[in-house]
Protein backbone atom coordinates (compact mmCIF):
# COMPACT_ATOMS: atom_id res chain seq x y z
CA UNK A 1 0.00 0.00 0.00
CA UNK A 2 1.23 3.40 -1.09
CA UNK A 3 2.12 5.76 2.39
CA UNK A 4 -0.42 8.06 0.87
CA UNK A 5 -3.21 5.77 0.60
CA UNK A 6 -1.70 4.00 4.35
CA UNK A 7 -2.40 7.24 5.74
CA UNK A 8 -5.45 7.76 4.61
CA UNK A 9 -6.81 4.52 5.95
CA UNK A 10 -5.09 5.24 8.55
CA UNK A 11 -6.48 8.74 9.45
CA UNK A 12 -10.31 7.19 8.48
CA UNK A 13 -10.37 4.75 10.90
CA UNK A 14 -8.72 6.74 13.27
CA UNK A 15 -11.29 9.42 12.76
CA UNK A 16 -13.97 6.18 13.00
CA UNK A 17 -12.51 5.18 16.28
CA UNK A 18 -12.92 8.97 17.83
CA UNK A 19 -16.24 9.71 16.43
CA UNK A 20 -17.59 6.04 18.02
CA UNK A 21 -16.34 6.79 21.35
CA UNK A 22 -18.01 10.09 21.15
CA UNK A 23 -21.24 8.92 19.96
CA UNK A 24 -20.86 6.06 22.97
CA UNK A 25 -20.17 9.15 25.39
CA UNK A 26 -22.93 10.88 24.00
CA UNK A 27 -24.81 7.55 24.42
CA UNK A 28 -23.85 7.00 27.89
CA UNK A 29 -26.40 7.67 31.21
CA UNK A 30 -25.27 8.24 34.25
CA UNK A 31 -26.66 6.47 37.63
CA UNK A 32 -25.67 7.58 40.86
CA UNK A 33 -26.09 4.83 43.91
CA UNK A 34 -26.33 6.62 47.34
CA UNK A 35 -25.43 4.16 50.01
CA UNK A 36 -23.21 5.93 52.81
CA UNK A 37 -24.14 2.67 55.13
CA UNK A 38 -21.88 0.55 52.51
CA UNK A 39 -18.54 0.09 51.62
CA UNK A 40 -18.19 1.23 48.02
CA UNK A 41 -16.32 -2.36 47.09
CA UNK A 42 -19.90 -3.90 47.38
CA UNK A 43 -21.95 -1.31 45.08
CA UNK A 44 -20.62 -3.50 42.24
CA UNK A 45 -21.18 -5.96 39.87
CA UNK A 46 -19.29 -8.39 41.15
CA UNK A 47 -19.35 -6.86 44.64
CA UNK A 48 -19.59 -8.98 48.18
CA UNK A 49 -23.19 -7.59 48.02
CA UNK A 50 -25.62 -10.01 46.74
CA UNK A 51 -28.80 -7.74 46.65
CA UNK A 52 -26.43 -5.25 44.18
CA UNK A 53 -25.45 -8.06 42.24
CA UNK A 54 -28.81 -8.95 41.44
CA UNK A 55 -29.33 -4.72 40.98
CA UNK A 56 -26.62 -4.91 37.75
CA UNK A 57 -27.49 -8.27 36.30
CA UNK A 58 -31.10 -6.93 35.75
CA UNK A 59 -29.48 -3.55 34.69
CA UNK A 60 -27.43 -5.71 32.23
CA UNK A 61 -30.74 -8.13 31.09
CA UNK A 62 -32.62 -4.74 30.34
CA UNK A 63 -29.13 -3.36 28.36
CA UNK A 64 -28.02 -0.77 30.97
CA UNK A 65 -24.30 -2.17 31.19
CA UNK A 66 -21.79 -0.25 33.09
CA UNK A 67 -18.73 0.87 30.98
CA UNK A 68 -20.96 0.70 27.90
CA UNK A 69 -23.96 2.85 27.66
CA UNK A 70 -23.75 3.39 31.84
CA UNK A 71 -21.74 5.15 33.95
CA UNK A 72 -22.08 4.46 37.54
CA UNK A 73 -21.05 7.38 39.80
CA UNK A 74 -20.63 5.44 43.87
CA UNK A 75 -21.46 7.32 46.93
CA UNK A 76 -20.40 4.52 49.80
CA UNK A 77 -19.46 4.87 53.11
CA UNK A 78 -15.55 6.23 52.61
CA UNK A 79 -17.31 9.37 50.91
CA UNK A 80 -20.09 9.74 54.04
CA UNK A 81 -17.16 11.33 56.05
CA UNK A 82 -19.30 14.40 57.11
CA UNK A 83 -22.24 12.81 57.19
CA UNK A 84 -25.36 11.18 54.51
CA UNK A 85 -26.70 14.80 54.39
CA UNK A 86 -23.45 16.04 53.03
CA UNK A 87 -23.12 13.41 50.95
CA UNK A 88 -26.62 13.41 49.61
CA UNK A 89 -25.80 17.70 48.25
CA UNK A 90 -22.53 16.27 46.62
CA UNK A 91 -24.64 13.52 44.31
CA UNK A 92 -27.27 16.70 43.74
CA UNK A 93 -24.78 18.95 42.51
CA UNK A 94 -23.39 16.36 40.36
CA UNK A 95 -26.52 16.13 38.33
CA UNK A 96 -26.84 12.95 37.34
CA UNK A 97 -29.30 11.65 35.29
CA UNK A 98 -30.94 8.93 37.66
CA UNK A 99 -30.53 8.19 41.89
CA UNK A 100 -30.87 5.15 43.48
CA UNK A 101 -31.02 5.90 47.41
CA UNK A 102 -29.82 2.96 49.21
CA UNK A 103 -31.42 3.57 53.23
CA UNK A 104 -34.09 6.20 54.94
CA UNK A 105 -32.60 9.06 53.01
CA UNK A 106 -36.01 10.04 50.64
CA UNK A 107 -36.49 12.90 52.48
CA UNK A 108 -33.01 14.12 52.17
CA UNK A 109 -32.90 14.21 48.40
CA UNK A 110 -36.76 15.71 48.80
CA UNK A 111 -35.23 18.65 50.26
CA UNK A 112 -32.49 18.78 47.82
CA UNK A 113 -34.09 18.51 44.26
CA UNK A 114 -37.86 18.35 42.65
CA UNK A 115 -36.35 17.15 39.47
CA UNK A 116 -33.45 14.56 39.40
CA UNK A 117 -35.17 11.04 39.25
CA UNK A 118 -34.79 9.39 42.65
CA UNK A 119 -35.85 5.21 42.81
CA UNK A 120 -35.66 4.21 46.34
CA UNK A 121 -37.22 1.22 48.18
CA UNK A 122 -38.84 3.01 51.24
CA UNK A 123 -41.99 2.10 53.88
CA UNK A 124 -44.81 3.54 52.92
CA UNK A 125 -43.61 6.52 50.27
CA UNK A 126 -46.90 7.99 50.60
CA UNK A 127 -47.20 8.52 54.63
CA UNK A 128 -43.24 9.64 54.60
CA UNK A 129 -44.89 12.53 51.73
CA UNK A 130 -42.82 11.58 48.63
CA UNK A 131 -45.27 10.26 46.36
CA UNK A 132 -49.00 11.67 46.19
CA UNK A 133 -50.37 7.68 45.76
CA UNK A 134 -48.64 4.08 44.74
CA UNK A 135 -50.24 3.77 41.41
CA UNK A 136 -49.28 7.81 40.54
CA UNK A 137 -46.67 9.25 42.51
CA UNK A 138 -46.46 12.80 40.93
CA UNK A 139 -43.00 13.95 41.63
CA UNK A 140 -39.73 12.42 40.95
CA UNK A 141 -39.82 9.69 43.10
CA UNK A 142 -40.22 5.90 42.49
CA UNK A 143 -39.52 2.35 43.08
CA UNK A 144 -40.84 0.04 45.75
CA UNK A 145 -42.74 0.33 48.87
CA UNK A 146 -42.06 -2.44 51.39
CA UNK A 147 -45.33 -1.45 53.92
CA UNK A 148 -48.06 0.35 52.46
CA UNK A 149 -51.65 -0.82 53.11
CA UNK A 150 -50.87 -2.39 56.08
CA UNK A 151 -48.01 -3.22 58.81
CA UNK A 152 -45.23 -5.32 58.45
CA UNK A 153 -44.50 -4.72 62.52
CA UNK A 154 -47.56 -5.51 63.71
CA UNK A 155 -46.94 -9.02 61.75
CA UNK A 156 -43.03 -9.00 63.39
CA UNK A 157 -44.84 -8.50 66.84
CA UNK A 158 -47.24 -10.90 66.34
CA UNK A 159 -45.20 -13.80 65.23
CA UNK A 160 -42.63 -12.80 68.11
CA UNK A 161 -45.22 -12.90 70.90
CA UNK A 162 -46.12 -16.74 69.65
CA UNK A 163 -42.81 -17.51 70.86
CA UNK A 164 -42.38 -14.99 73.76
CA UNK A 165 -46.44 -14.70 74.73
CA UNK A 166 -46.02 -13.29 78.28
CA UNK A 167 -44.11 -10.23 76.33
CA UNK A 168 -45.48 -7.21 77.95
CA UNK A 169 -42.66 -4.29 77.11
CA UNK A 170 -40.69 -4.66 73.32
CA UNK A 171 -37.84 -3.13 72.74
CA UNK A 172 -37.05 -1.26 69.29
CA UNK A 173 -33.33 -0.66 68.19
CA UNK A 174 -33.62 2.07 65.10
CA UNK A 175 -31.48 4.05 63.40
CA UNK A 176 -32.30 7.61 64.64
CA UNK A 177 -32.74 9.44 61.85
CA UNK A 178 -35.23 7.23 60.70
CA UNK A 179 -37.15 7.58 64.28
CA UNK A 180 -37.05 11.59 64.01
CA UNK A 181 -37.99 11.42 60.51
CA UNK A 182 -40.95 9.67 60.78
CA UNK A 183 -40.18 6.74 58.68
CA UNK A 184 -41.45 4.31 61.42
CA UNK A 185 -42.10 5.81 64.57
CA UNK A 186 -45.76 6.09 63.80
CA UNK A 187 -46.45 2.43 62.60
CA UNK A 188 -44.60 1.03 65.29
CA UNK A 189 -46.00 2.84 68.05
CA UNK A 190 -49.58 1.80 66.65
CA UNK A 191 -48.58 -1.74 66.41
CA UNK A 192 -47.42 -2.14 69.72
CA UNK A 193 -50.22 0.02 71.23
CA UNK A 194 -52.46 -2.35 69.24
CA UNK A 195 -50.60 -5.49 70.71
CA UNK A 196 -51.06 -3.94 74.10
CA UNK A 197 -47.53 -3.67 74.53
CA UNK A 198 -45.50 -0.72 75.99
CA UNK A 199 -42.11 0.20 73.96
CA UNK A 200 -38.75 0.78 75.09
CA UNK A 201 -36.91 2.76 72.07
CA UNK A 202 -33.37 3.05 71.84
CA UNK A 203 -31.46 4.82 68.79
CA UNK A 204 -28.19 4.56 67.46
CA UNK A 205 -26.37 6.82 65.36
CA UNK A 206 -25.10 6.85 61.89
CA UNK A 207 -22.12 5.42 62.09
CA UNK A 208 -21.93 3.86 65.28
CA UNK A 209 -19.54 0.98 66.40
CA UNK A 210 -19.66 -1.86 68.88
CA UNK A 211 -19.69 0.38 71.66
CA UNK A 212 -22.73 2.19 70.46
CA UNK A 213 -25.21 -0.48 70.09
CA UNK A 214 -23.94 -2.03 72.96
CA UNK A 215 -25.35 0.93 74.99
CA UNK A 216 -28.79 0.97 72.95
CA UNK A 217 -29.11 -3.01 74.17
CA UNK A 218 -28.70 -2.68 77.78
CA UNK A 219 -30.73 0.08 77.60
CA UNK A 220 -33.34 -1.78 76.28
CA UNK A 221 -32.82 -4.61 78.64
CA UNK A 222 -32.31 -1.92 81.91
CA UNK A 223 -36.08 -1.12 80.76
CA UNK A 224 -37.13 -4.44 81.33
CA UNK A 225 -38.38 -5.27 77.68
CA UNK A 226 -39.14 -8.86 76.76
CA UNK A 227 -37.94 -8.65 73.65
CA UNK A 228 -36.44 -6.29 70.77
CA UNK A 229 -37.42 -5.94 67.29
CA UNK A 230 -34.62 -4.33 64.97
CA UNK A 231 -35.69 -2.16 62.55
CA UNK A 232 -34.77 -2.40 58.94
CA UNK A 233 -31.68 -0.09 57.38
CA UNK A 234 -28.87 -0.46 55.26
CA UNK A 235 -26.75 0.86 58.54
CA UNK A 236 -28.41 -1.80 60.91
CA UNK A 237 -27.92 -4.78 58.53
CA UNK A 238 -24.23 -4.20 58.18
CA UNK A 239 -23.84 -4.65 62.19
CA UNK A 240 -26.94 -7.83 62.31
CA UNK A 241 -24.03 -9.63 63.83
CA UNK A 242 -22.86 -7.20 66.59
CA UNK A 243 -26.83 -6.99 67.16
CA UNK A 244 -27.11 -10.73 67.50
CA UNK A 245 -24.53 -11.26 69.68
CA UNK A 246 -25.12 -8.79 72.41
CA UNK A 247 -28.81 -9.34 72.25
CA UNK A 248 -28.23 -13.16 72.81
CA UNK A 249 -25.94 -11.87 75.88
CA UNK A 250 -28.94 -9.75 77.42
CA UNK A 251 -30.99 -12.68 76.72
CA UNK A 252 -33.09 -10.91 75.06
CA UNK A 253 -35.12 -12.56 71.98
CA UNK A 254 -34.81 -10.33 68.66
CA UNK A 255 -37.24 -10.02 65.77
CA UNK A 256 -34.58 -8.97 62.46
CA UNK A 257 -36.31 -7.19 59.39
CA UNK A 258 -34.09 -9.78 56.96
CA UNK A 259 -32.97 -13.64 57.09
CA UNK A 260 -29.06 -12.38 57.61
CA UNK A 261 -30.09 -11.77 61.24
CA UNK A 262 -31.25 -14.84 61.88
CA UNK A 263 -28.02 -16.14 59.91
CA UNK A 264 -26.19 -14.27 62.51
CA UNK A 265 -27.84 -15.68 65.47
CA UNK A 266 -30.63 -13.71 66.19
CA UNK A 267 -33.99 -15.28 66.67
CA UNK A 268 -36.83 -14.98 64.10
CA UNK A 269 -37.25 -12.95 60.96
CA UNK A 270 -39.78 -11.82 58.98
CA UNK A 271 -38.99 -10.01 55.65
CA UNK A 272 -39.12 -9.15 52.24
CA UNK A 273 -37.53 -10.82 49.18
CA UNK A 274 -34.82 -8.05 48.77
CA UNK A 275 -33.63 -9.83 45.60
CA UNK A 276 -36.75 -8.99 44.45
CA UNK A 277 -37.14 -5.53 45.46
CA UNK A 278 -33.57 -4.74 43.89
CA UNK A 279 -34.57 -6.54 40.45
CA UNK A 280 -37.46 -3.71 40.30
CA UNK A 281 -35.58 -0.62 41.28
CA UNK A 282 -33.52 -1.88 38.02
CA UNK A 283 -36.41 -1.52 36.19
CA UNK A 284 -37.52 1.71 37.35
CA UNK A 285 -33.96 2.95 36.74
CA UNK A 286 -33.87 1.26 33.09
CA UNK A 287 -37.44 3.15 32.51
CA UNK A 288 -36.15 6.62 33.84
CA UNK A 289 -33.08 6.03 31.36
CA UNK A 290 -35.31 5.52 28.17
CA UNK A 291 -37.58 8.42 28.90
CA UNK A 292 -40.04 7.37 31.29
CA UNK A 293 -40.81 9.98 34.10
CA UNK A 294 -40.78 8.67 37.79
CA UNK A 295 -43.70 10.68 38.83
CA UNK A 296 -45.52 7.69 36.82
CA UNK A 297 -43.84 4.55 36.98
CA UNK A 298 -45.97 3.22 39.78
CA UNK A 299 -44.42 2.34 43.45
CA UNK A 300 -44.41 -1.60 43.57
CA UNK A 301 -45.27 -2.91 46.29
CA UNK A 302 -43.88 -5.56 48.20
CA UNK A 303 -46.07 -8.93 48.57
CA UNK A 304 -43.54 -11.83 49.50
CA UNK A 305 -42.43 -12.03 52.55
CA UNK A 306 -40.49 -15.05 54.33
CA UNK A 307 -40.19 -16.02 57.74
CA UNK A 308 -37.12 -17.30 59.65
CA UNK A 309 -36.71 -19.03 62.85
CA UNK A 310 -32.68 -19.88 64.38
CA UNK A 311 -33.95 -23.24 66.64
CA UNK A 312 -30.35 -23.01 68.12
CA UNK A 313 -31.34 -19.63 69.64
CA UNK A 314 -34.49 -20.55 70.42
CA UNK A 315 -33.14 -23.47 72.66
CA UNK A 316 -29.93 -21.05 73.92
CA UNK A 317 -32.78 -18.62 75.30
CA UNK A 318 -34.65 -21.23 76.89
CA UNK A 319 -37.63 -20.86 74.39
CA UNK A 320 -39.92 -22.98 72.95
CA UNK A 321 -41.05 -22.41 69.17
CA UNK A 322 -44.68 -23.69 68.45
CA UNK A 323 -45.24 -26.05 66.09
CA UNK A 324 -47.10 -24.60 63.37
CA UNK A 325 -44.76 -21.41 63.56
CA UNK A 326 -41.96 -24.58 62.52
CA UNK A 327 -44.25 -25.93 59.66
CA UNK A 328 -45.14 -22.49 58.51
CA UNK A 329 -41.36 -21.29 58.46
CA UNK A 330 -39.71 -20.43 54.75
CA UNK A 331 -35.97 -21.11 56.78
CA UNK A 332 -35.53 -23.20 59.63
CA UNK A 333 -31.92 -22.76 60.70
CA UNK A 334 -30.66 -25.87 63.50
Known sequence: MKRRVFLSVAGGVLAWSFAGAAQQGARSKRLAIFSPSE??????????????RALFAELRRLGQVEGQNLKVERYAREQSTSGPEA?????????????FIVGPYPLVFKKLTPRIPIVTIAADPVKIGIAESLA???????????????SIHAKRIELLREIVPAMSKLGCLVLRSQWEQGHYAPTIRAAAEMAG???????????????????????????????????????LFQNFATIAKLASEKKLPAMFPFAEGVEAGGLMAYSVDLIELYKRAA????????????????????????????????????????????????????
Do not use: C, W
Open 39 to 52: QGANLYERGGNKFN
Open 87 to 99: LAAEVVQSNPDVI
Open 136 to 150: RPGGNFTGVSIDAGS
Open 197 to 235: LALAVALVEHGAGEAGYRTAIERISSDAASAVMVVDSPE
Open 283 to 334: NNIDAILRGAKPGEIPFYQATKFELSVNLKTARQLGLTVPPALVVGADKMIE
